[in-house]
């Protein structure tokens, strides 16, 4: 009998996650990949390599991803370390605060930072930002700040201090200490975090188009304009397997380096990282000015009336515009519901996956770790379009479902999961789960009652993460058709900002902070429920 | 066993439906599905008064932008999202056209829309409505007195003053070089005088609007939007307005007319027609000027009061053949990159 449960857990453990996988992503990506290359596939490429432009657009796209993750890594490592070193409940504030900006949409962002620039003449003259590479930089280290702060923090912050005090007490200095003793052992963490911060920038479509200005193309943006603007789905699709192609071979870089000599941890202790009051209030300087500025001016134009300041958009949102099917409240439950369900989906299959990912076979998990990364580096137009044409056959004529929005959602979010909990999950310590197997436990009670407590801190991050993921919409979503009636916030917003006039604006920018409140509340609300289980590791 | 039962109820609802599709000749019970763009808005109370006419019931997916919807038409096209589409322009109608996404449907109501609107004798698409994109000027900004002409944009007294949209990305920027090819002896010439006079370029209307143009506290003070913004400036104003701030280049519009077309490939052709007739009543027309903020293309339909005093409509707008329009696009795109963006 328990044999035949342990099996059974297996099976469902695997073929959770891998029919999700192979259902809403690697069927409906090689279905259009098929299509648009069916006929004339190679002329595609032949046409794409003799392009200038392609051959620009690709080196851009690769060199601002690359430098987008090293400025975000630099900014938010140290801020990860101070977020590991305070107390729980000011470390889950922090952690939900520094998720706001990840869920903003960029048009509302990029409308934000320019503001910032025309205010302190970064617009014109001399030093001009608008429509640079260095505003794309900006914006993106401000989107992905996050990941790192969350991810690398929580790690952190799981971490044993005693070796750090040992190297101190042996005379190392504090430099010496972090990059030879925390740095290495960050590892894990920082590889996966990074990897995600770069498919993001990797993939980014309305910072480069908006911020970026139109003379700036990316393989995503390029994607989107032979797809949509001019219906020629073969170079899209040429396009799509370039970005695949790229995307593959990064992640199977990071998890090369990822697997190396994991350190372990035995017990979760404060990490007692030596942190100057300088090197904090610099950071804490950089984080204010590059989250907080951006932030500060939105709800200033939120509560902007006229000439003068007041309520009056906020109050506006539970009133129907002749330009909203319904009011922006409605939107907004509807938003907080698929994010719900979005994040549930992520959450059970990134959670199984994970599991897969650090116990299963070699070539399971080969597969699920580069099946579960690779719909974060996907153009939204490959996935949207590629389910479109997979799943219109019942009994999987899905393409109208209201399921297809969370699900959408909930593929972006599982990356998110996976890459946060399998780091945690690889450095439990063996002798951990030695120890209770000697002591008789089976196996699945061992991963009951080891893996999964353990797991958990991880999952929090993860899951905070995949519900602002279906709160901001990213990916596949603009790309699926969707009930009018189930208008979701940041599509309110959108279409808010698409007509003149100062009150739909004002109303939008309402919109958008109540967005980001309600992102950090989820988040909170998420990690604190990890608190009450904390006792159990 | 509430699980059950709503299940049970959602077996039988399909069941109604199956039975409901079968049965050509009653409309009573049909649903059917509108594919639109994001910006297409109709009222619950409109839906109902529909629902409540002819028994049938109505869901309404949007697909993002009209590039987007047109081309995700073509790429499901035989086993159509839904019944009928709403929002092909005529930048795009051809494409669509081309692909065959349409079956053909005479509205019963085509006899009372306006000369001009009409532009498929086959019938495979109907107007809906029509507006004007146009170059916008902020009144108290523009420098030398508002400019009148298209001309007076590559004046040097009005350099560094106008933001466009890309044609490779936006809608009304495609519009109005579409515009500019139409109303100019050399459009290529002509956008060199652009770019000379320091025309600025963004890749979408927002930016363009909110981030570049007067009103949302950039330098600019002409940019190209639609001639109903000023109306729309005054109705959304924050605190009331008698004038709009903005005015109107009448000599730089490009037409824009929104068509509806029943879908080849639906099961429910007899319910699609019914709904585009639907979508040329009064009870539908007249909701469009305050919804989407372009005219009705029902002649008898009625404009609220903030539409006649302050939306504008231009007395000879630019247009060009849809063919024209699908067969030249790439290329003029392509060559407006190289003049503008290179």
Known sequence: ?537 | MHRIAHFLAVVVALGVTVAACADDESLDGMSITVLAHDSFVISEDALAAFTAQTGISVSIQTLGDTGTMVSEAILTAGNPLGDVMFGIDNTFLQRGLDADLFEAYESTNLGGVRAGLDLDPEHRVTPIDFGDVCVNYWIDAVPHGVPTSLEDLTDPANAGQLVVESPETSSPGLAFLLATIAATADWEQYWTDLVENGVSVTSGWEDAYYGEFVAGGGDRSMVVSYASSPAAEVFFAAEPMDAPPTGVLLDSCFRQIEFAGVLAGTQNAAGAGAFIDFLLTPRFQEEIPLSMFVFPALEAAKLPQEFLDHAQLADSPHLLDPAEIEANRDAWVDRWVEIVLR
């Open chain 1, 1 to 537: 009998m328990v044999t035949v449960t342990s099996r059974l857990t297996r099976w469902v453990t695997v073929l959770v996650p891998g029919a999700f996988l192979a259902l809403f992503f690697i069927y409906p990506v090689v279905s259009v990949l098929g299509r648009g290359l069916g006929r004339d596939g190679l002329d595609a490429f032949s046409d794409l390599a003799s392009s200038g432009r392609i051959r620009d657009t690709i080196w851009f796209t690769v060199w601002q991803a690359v430098v987008s993750t090293a400025i975000t890594v630099a900014v938010a490592l140290p801020a990860a370390g101070i977020v590991a070193r305070l107390s729980g409940r000011r470390q889950r504030l922090v952690r939900a605060l520094v998720t706001v900006p990840f869920v903003l949409p960029t048009v509302v962002v990029a409308g934000a930072f320019e503001g910032l620039f025309d205010r302190f003449g970064l617009d014109s003259g001399a030093i001009r930002l608008r429509h640079t590479v260095w505003a794309v930089l900006l914006a993106h280290v401000f989107f992905n700040y996050a990941v790192i702060v969350r991810a690398v923090g929580s790690y952190w912050s799981g971490l044993d201090g005693r070796l750090e005090d040992q190297a101190r007490i042996l005379g190392a200095s504090r430099w010496q200490t972090f990059r030879e003793i925390t740095l290495p052992r960050l590892r894990p963490a920082l590889l996966a975090s990074s990897a995600i911060v770069f498919l993001f920038s990797f993939t980014s479509f309305g910072v480069v188009l908006i911020l970026g200005g139109p003379r700036r193309s990316t393989i995503e943006t390029e994607i989107y304009r032979f797809a949509v603007t001019r219906s020629d789905l073969s170079s899209a699709a040429a396009m799509a397997v370039v970005q695949l192609v790229a995307v593959l071979a990064l992640i199977m870089v990071t998890t090369r380096l990822e697997r190396r000599r994991p350190v372990t941890v035995a017990q979760p202790q404060r990490a007692s990282l030596a942190v100057t009051r300088r090197w904090l209030g610099a950071n804490v300087l950089v984080a204010m000015l590059l989250l907080g500025a951006p932030i500060g001016t939105l709800i200033e134009r939120s509560v902007s009336v006229g000439d003068r300041y007041g309520l009056d958009n906020y109050r506006a949102l539970g009133e129907r515009v002749q330009q909203l099917p319904a009011p922006a409240t409605t939107a907004l439950w509807n938003s907080l519901v698929f994010a719900v369900v979005a994040t549930s989906i992520a959450s059970v299959v990134g959670m199984l996956a994970s599991v897969v990912v650090v116990h299963g076979t070699r070539w399971l998990r080969h597969i699920f770790d580069l099946g579960l990364t690779l719909p974060l580096g996907t153009s939204a137009v490959t996935i949207g379009f590629g389910i479109l044409i997979a799943l219109d056959e019942p009994p999987l004529d899905l393409r109208t479902s209201w399921w297809i929005v969370p699900i959408a959602h909930a593929l972006v979010g599982i990356p998110f999961v996976v890459r946060s909990v399998v780091p945690v999950l690889r450095a439990i310590d063996p002798s951990l789960r030695e120890a209770a197997a000697v002591l008789g436990a089976a196996p699945g009670r061992v991963r009951r009652e080891i893996d999964v407590p353990i797991g958990l801190r991880g999952l929090v991050v993860g899951a905070g993460f995949a519900f602002a993921v279906s709160l901001g919409e990213f990916g596949a979503t603009s790309f699926i058709p969707r009930r009018a009636d189930l208008l979701t916030a940041p599509v309110a917003l959108f279409r808010l900002l698409g007509t003149p006039g100062e009150q739909l604006r004002g109303q939008a920018m309402a919109l958008a902070v109540i967005i980001m409140v309600m992102v950090a509340a989820a988040v909170l609300l998420i990690e604190s429920a990890r608190s009450s289980n904390e006792g159990s590791i």
